[in-house]
């Protein structure tokens, strides 16, 4: 049942006065439910019971961690249609499309579970002594990751599953054994609700303690703003636009104990055309992008919003096709009119700019909230030139930018900022004479592509999902795949430590049977 | 030679018109070289042949990698007693310290050397694509760490080898791939330029790229800020005081791109000792930290600057002891008149805080520089209220808080910030019973040690050198051992890449024959 209220652990609660609503973006109208805001006394509550939870919840083994990531998955899924239901109410998204990420989303969470059920995770890294060992004797030292404390996730607004109240974030940080608060994305605040309470449902049969995971409602910057500052936030994850993860990086690190943020702010994804490709099979891709352009009404983080090619005739007759495909395609609804009006005004600033012409402009009427998919043109040299048309449009819009020789497409590359991703589209190996494109690419992105599309994140242990900022906020991380724990852990060392006082994973008798680095060799064997 | 020039890569360079020299604190007189201050056209010379280097650099092998590595280990060997000479003139340190430190210098080079040799330190990640997967075929995808680019890194006071110009920071730096630029530490320039005409001879005999590495003179704070601030800078290395750390953080964080920062700032590294071992063994304990607490005249970030016990007749007789035994040693040398009237300084400031009684200090007459060793205790009370008294005071200064019980002793602990090391001494398994108290201690700190001393910084794999802010900047990374590579590396995925276009480390004959995970497998086996 949706309540409007927030958890503090497994307590709902409504102390504040103010309150608002989602808003169904395909009907036009704001939902049914209302929203009861966090109050500072509920902030603070949160962080107490999670600081609190974390004494108890940073000792559990990887058993009952995985059991307790296993139980959230199964209670999402016993939510059932309700979920559904919500979710297309408060995003515009199709009910298929609400059911794949549901289902990546306790895939996710099934990932992590296999990964502290299995412990090797932790590095174990072990150190014997060497009493005899002259001038000094060696030491006994051993290591292994520990969690950070509690961690704060702020949802994203376009996966409200797969990177909101039990996505990506939650599931790592919950993995490593730290507490999480939740601050629930506005426009989807009945799907967070219906989600956390599958998390706490799952908190309580699995016996995790109380404040393991809480929940808060915000429709402003305030509840955020508190969250991050607080004294006993240790961590801070973030999926959203560079604006309001770059504001979080900020708060975070100008507090007396600074503290990591990692923030996916989405990014513009370069795609390289090779002259060949664009030859021999121009037409193919032209209608594979018009897709991926449009996929998802083009709210994805890794959307291709830049499309490099040569000057060519190649090039005239990729975007002639592109345009006319991509005008065949019917308007999407999408997120929320904000989502919606930013789209517009975005698209709008970048018309304005200088060389820029509209190859493909949707213009016949849509339903209210539907985005109008777009494609422009720039010259490489007005590229590499203005930084205003390397920014995001979040939503269905690409621009081609037609450089006039190789030299200029790689200094038009050099010019960008961090991405998610980068891609190459190359035919008959032409790829291998183009070394420094392919470099100069690469020290962009946080994962190459070759003959395909950005779209689409695979969830596995491989994906790197990041990339230099503003990409995102420390591009040593990820927050796609198991590594993605490595966000919320540090490592502890015990010298000379009593060896009953060890944890399982640094025991002699190797209790968790993992794999470790002992004295330089990788094994499982008991010392 | 020492020309007190720069070097901008492999070129001495002195464009600048300021200078400085060093100081001998033994013989309290300066120096003879004269050090040219590095100008602002020198930095950004240094910062930009770094980033064309890096273009090279990054793709060198690691068995050449590893042999420039080794070639710098020889090369400062091959120095002989122009290095210890230089050494001792710049620090006042004796010669064994000195020849220790080269040694363990040397011993961290080949220890990353032996690393990147290897080869499994990218974390090559692999999953294989399933083409006939439903809904979607699944692609193949391939992950590894890649170098950030250029690394800035600040030298350490206190450690002209170890933690300087071919220090932890430099050495994991370039074993990932990253060109250096060093801001030589102001103190000990003469050492710092020998070290680096190493590093440029090795580099030279091994073929690495010109501008892999640099090394600027700076007395100081101007070339700091402005190498932080530089566009082609991508990650700061710094060991010292937290003011300096945090400013650098700061300065960092602030970046249009922001950079990481790892910052080992010091500690006071508590100690506590357990009523039974005080009863017992109190004694013993009071001899062996009157020296871990004057070792190298009290100049380490490992140095045990708080000692925590019950108040009780043993705590008595052990500060007794402990005094008699600290006013037995014989002052030293302090590195510089600047550290030894800040250690006064910071001392003096101590003794006037409100409760604080001296049990020892050093009162006759010593040489110019020397510092003299002070024992003072306060109560447990007294320490929770007055955050002044966890204060660092670099020198041979340690205080005993007497604590009233364990719950008090518990508080006080929690009142503290981040530390490097915590260590608990106890006897007769006593420590089992206090597991409230270690865990604590535990959140506090990188490394836990048991019935030993702080001083003592092993390099091997499971040494965690680091800690919760304000230890360091970032907790979740370590400055000594292999690990200390993690900070300068972020992982980038290959998406359908052509196998003969993957690095080494990926491709499907596993051409390094190292591990990797194969599709959630760890194997050396080709595909």
Not at 435 to 443: D, E, F, G, W, Y
Not at 459 to 470: F, K, L, T
Request: aromatic content about 6%.
């Amino acid at each position: 049942m949706i309540t409007g209220k927030n958890y503090i652990g497994n307590s709902p609660s409504n102390l504040g006065t103010k309150s608002f609503t989602t808003f169904s973006p395909i009907e036009n109208k704001e939902n049914e439910w209302t929203f009861f805001e966090a109050n500072e006394k509920e902030i603070e509550n949160a962080l107490k019971l999670a600081d609190k939870a974390f004494k108890e919840f940073q000792k559990t083994s990887g058993t009952s961690r995985a059991l307790f990531l296993n139980t959230i998955a199964d209670e999402i899924e016993a939510l059932g249609d309700i979920l559904i239901a919500a979710y297309c109410a408060e995003t515009g998204l199709p009910e298929g499309r609400a059911k794949g990420e549901r289902g990546r989303t306790m895939g996710q969470l099934r990932s992590f579970a296999n990964l502290v059920q299995e412990g090797s995770w932790v590095k174990a890294t072990i150190d014997t002594a060497i009493p005899e060992r002259q001038p000094l004797p060696k030491v006994d030292i051993r290591k292994m990751m520990a969690p950070l404390g509690p961690v704060v996730v702020f949802g994203a607004s376009n996966f409200p599953l797969a990177y909101s109240t039990a996505g990506g974030d939650t599931a790592s940080a919950l993995a490593a054994g730290c507490p999480v608060v939740v601050k629930s994305h506005p426009m989807h605040a009945a799907t967070g609700e219906l989600v956390a309470q599958a998390i706490i449902n799952a908190a309580k049969k699995t016996n995790m303690p109380d404040g393991v995971f809480s929940n808060l409602n915000s429709s402003g910057i305030e509840v955020g703003k508190q969250l991050v500052n607080h004294p006993l936030t240790k961590a801070v994850g973030f999926t959203g636009s560079i604006n309001g993860g770059r504001a979080l990086f900020d708060m975070a690190a100008n507090r007396k104990e600074p503290i990591p943020v990692f923030a996916e702010m989405g990014s513009v994804n370069p795609v390289i055309i090779l002259p060949k490709a664009l030859h021999s099979k121009g037409e193919d891709w032209a209608k594979t992008y018009a897709g991926s352009i449009t996929l998802g009404t083009g709210q994805f983080c890794t959307n291709p919003g830049l499309l490099f090619a040569l000057n060519d005739e190649n090039l005239k007759s990729f975007t002639k096709v592109l345009s006319e495909e991509l005008l065949k395609i019917d308007p999407s609804c999408m997120l929320h009119p904000a989502i919606e009006s930013n789209y517009s005004r975005n698209k709008a600033v970048m018309l304005k700019q200088d060389g820029l012409s509209v190859l493909a402009n949707f213009e016949a009427a849509t339903k209210p909230n539907f985005a109008k998919q777009t494609v422009v043109k720039v010259s490489g040299e007005k590229f590499i030139k203005n930084p205003d048309l390397h920014q995001e449009v979040f939503g269905p819009f690409s621009m081609i930018v037609s450089c006039k020789d190789e030299e200029e497409l790689i200094k038009a590359i050099e010019s960008m900022e961090g991405q998610l991703t980068g891609t190459i589209i190359s035919e008959d190996g032409e790829i291998d004479s183009s070394s420094v494109l392919v470099s100069t690419l690469q020290s962009k992105v946080g994962r190459l592509i070759f003959n395909g599309v950005p779209t689409g994140v695979e969830v596995c242990p491989s994906m790197q999902h990041g990339g230099p900022y503003p990409a995102s906020t420390d591009s040593r991380f990820t927050a796609v795949g198991i590594h993605a724990i490595d966000r919320w852990v540090r490592p502890i060392s015990f010298q000379n430590w009593p060896n009953h006082l060890l944890p399982d994973a640094l025991n002699n008798e190797n209790t968790l049977q993992i794999e470790r680095l002992v004295n330089g060799k990788l094994t499982k064997e008991v010392l």
